[in-house]
């Protein structure tokens, strides 16, 4: 008798004959997917949802939101501003994509090196979505100060060593996993996943568009330029 593709498992005196697909099957990716993250203001009633798409060589965040009213617990009333745009980067080369889809409909997109953050990497540890965590810190990050000169302080963040993925929500990224939280010691909004998601993911780069230059697509976000200059010129 011949058996074809058979692993042969010796227990005590029995043999299993047990096809290597079937083990295969039992073994998950988790080394592409996308995770669901939820953006919380507690204190003023804001949550909004975005998406990153990962594999072990690219990311992409994406952050699509129209401008819309809020009404806070208190009674007061906020404008939340329009963001459409996709961040990509390619972790081999330390490059980023950005593209932007314009008021009018037009798409943008730029490429330029990464920025370094510089990540204090903490002891402390939690569990999020059943993956144990670990604390970093950076003080010198593209946040430091918002639209309207808004103080966030330092970033901290929560990566999983576990989903060997350097990428995160927000342009955050350069730890030794897959950042699942961020939130900042002097602002409420905290970035935290909700859904985690494996399944092959390719092709990621958004580069439809008209191409222009990293100075011409931060046009109207001068404090994100500004904080990006920043961070190059230390």
Not at 122 to 139: H, R
Request: aromatic content about 14%; charged content about 25%.
């Amino acid at each position: 008798m011949i058996y074809r593709n058979l692993v042969f498992l010796f227990c005590s005196n029995l043999v299993l004959f047990i096809n290597p697909s079937v083990l295969a099957q039992g073994k998950q990716d988790i080394s592409s997917g996308s995770i669901e993250y939820a953006y919380r203001m507690k204190a003023v009633g804001v949550e909004e949802k975005y998406n990153l798409e990962f594999n072990r060589y690219e990311c992409v965040y994406r952050h699509y939101q129209e401008e819309h009213t809020i009404i806070s617990p208190q009674g007061y009333e906020m404008t939340s501003p329009r963001k459409f745009y996709d961040w990509y980067i390619d972790l081999s080369k330390k490059q980023v994509t950005e593209r932007e889809k314009q008021k009018d409909g037009k798409m943008i997109f730029a490429t330029f090196d990464a920025i370094i953050i510089d990540w204090e990497i903490q002891e402390e540890t939690k569990v999020i979505l059943g993956y144990t965590v670990q604390k970093a810190i950076a003080k010198r990050h593209h946040f430091v100060k918002g639209k309207g000169n808004i103080e966030y302080g330092d970033a901290i963040a929560w990566f999983a060593a576990d989903l060997p993925i350097s990428s995160g929500p927000e342009r955050f990224w350069g730890l030794p996993g897959l950042i699942l939280e961020i939130s900042f010691t002097k602002f409420i909004g905290t970035y935290t996943a909700e859904k985690i998601t494996f399944k092959p993911v390719v092709n990621l780069k958004p580069n439809q568009g008209t191409q222009v230059s990293k100075e011409v697509l931060y046009k109207n976000k001068p404090w994100l330029g500004e904080a990006r200059s920043l961070m190059n010129n230390n």
